[in-house]
């Protein structure tokens, strides 16, 4: 599957870096948008950053991040205009593009982006 960016090994939901909240804490649920995530590192901050505690690529204010119930992040197209991180994706009825307008539309997945590819922004896709 050529827009598969991607993927889940062990059936977790995906591990990706997610922007946070200052109070977020490792291991303690929170919602980011629409998205539901547990980090599992502190958010990075210069401090934290300066004293060789930020995990490599990690931007400030971000922390790694278990996005349950997603398995897979796909390439579907052009994302909407001012779409963010943790925004619930739709793709639009008519002509197949994302989109995050929900009415008549097949709700996807959620705003992602990941690791080694521009820092693009694609879709995690939600399970059933």
């Given at each position: 599957m050529i827009n598969e960016k991607y993927h889940a090994?062990?059936?977790r939901g995906l591990q990706l870096a997610v922007p946070v909240p200052a109070t977020a804490q490792p291991g303690i649920p929170l919602m980011v948008q629409d998205m539901k995530v547990v980090p599992q590192s502190p958010r990075a901050t210069p401090e934290l950053r300066a004293a060789g505690k930020v995990a490599q690529g990690l931007?400030?204010?971000w922390a790694s991040c278990f996005i349950p119930g997603t398995t897979q992040v796909l390439d579907l197209g052009?994302?909407?205009a001012g779409v963010q991180v943790g925004q619930r994706i739709y793709l639009d009825a008519a002509t197949g593009k994302p989109t995050l307008t929900s009415a008549g539309n097949l709700e996807v997945g959620f705003a992602v982006i990941t690791p080694g590819y521009n820092g693009g922004m694609f879709v995690a896709v939600t399970g059933n």
């Open positions: 090994p062990d059936g931007r400030d204010g052009e994302m909407p």
